[in-house]
């Protein structure tokens, strides 16, 4: 089993930065790559930014150039850092992690965070 715990979310001007943090518990060995996502009402859940275990990373377009993604192996926590917030960047946003099989000893799945709130807002 994995537990994921979000941090960093908040209310921030336009412009402004936030810096969200995954921590990932229970059989960390398990995973491969993991992400962040997010929601708004009404609306499906859609991938923000991935990073595979050997930092191959994926954005979504409409972040590229203001959010980096990274990853901390060894403390198994994944970063978010956002810049040059808008207010159309004001959803929830939800860290993901894919376990894998690793000899035998995972079940594969898809394990997610509570969410954290980021509202950006003059």
């Known amino acids: 089993q994995v537990q994921l715990v979000e941090s960093g979310g908040g209310l921030v001007q336009p412009g402004a930065s936030l810096r969200l943090a995954c921590a990932a518990s229970?059989?960390?060995?398990?995973?491969?790559?993991m992400g962040w996502y997010r929601q708004g009402p009404g609306k499906e859940r859609e991938s923000v930014a991935t990073?595979?275990?050997?930092?191959?990373?994926y954005y979504h377009e409409s972040v590229k150039g203001r959010f980096t993604i990274s990853r901390d192996n060894h403390k198994n926590t994944v970063y978010l850092q956002m810049n040059s917030l808008k207010p159309e960047d004001t959803l929830v946003y939800y860290c993901?992690?894919?376990?894998?099989?690793?000899?035998?000893?995972?079940?594969?799945?898809?394990?997610w965070g509570q969410g954290t709130q980021v509202t950006v807002s003059s």
């Open positions: 990073i595979t275990t050997t930092g191959t990373t």
């Open positions: 993901h992690a894919e376990a894998v099989s690793v000899q035998a000893m995972c079940v594969p799945g898809d394990y």
């Open positions: 229970g059989d960390t060995f398990c995973i491969s790559t």
